[in-house]
Nanobody, 123 residues
Framework: QVQLVESGGGLVQAGGSLRLSCAAS????????MGWFRQAPGKEREFVAG????????YYADSVKGRFTISRDNAKNTVYLQMNSLKPEDTAVYYC????????????????WGQGTQVTVSS
């Protein structure tokens, strides 16, 4: 079992920045590929960013490429999402997730999920 706890969400003005953290406990953290997803009101949950177990490979949705950066610190069992140049359309609940399949884009491939953290970007 892997437990995931997100933090770092909040209210920020458009153009601002936030850094989300996701702390993992349980089995060997570096074994798992990690992803960030988000769900806006009335919309389906969507992929935002993913990172391999070693941190050597990263993947981004087109909507956040160049603005968001995913990283991980395996010594601290934590994955991060640095969000810059935030836009009102980035408003959503952000979830981190872990999977053992080295897969990133599809929600169904993830085994473990956090409870989510709210990010609100005001215009």
């Amino acid at each position: 079992q892997v437990q995931l706890v997100e933090s770092g969400g909040g209210l920020v003005q458009a153009g601002g920045s936030l850094r989300l953290s996701c702390a993992a406990s349980g089995r060997t953290f570096s074994y798992y590929a990690m992803g960030w997803f988000r769900q806006a009101p009335g919309k389906e949950r969507e992929f935002v960013a993913g990172i391999s177990g070693s941190g050597g490979s990263t993947y981004y949705a087109d909507s956040v490429k160049g603005r968001f950066t995913i990283s991980r610190d395996n010594a601290k069992n934590t994955v991060y999402l640095q969000m810059n140049s935030l836009k009102p359309e980035d408003t959503a609940v952000y979830y981190c997730a872990a999977n053992s399949r080295n897969s990133y884009w599809r929600e169904a491939t993830y085994d473990y999920w956090g409870q989510g953290t709210q990010v609100t970007v005001s215009s």
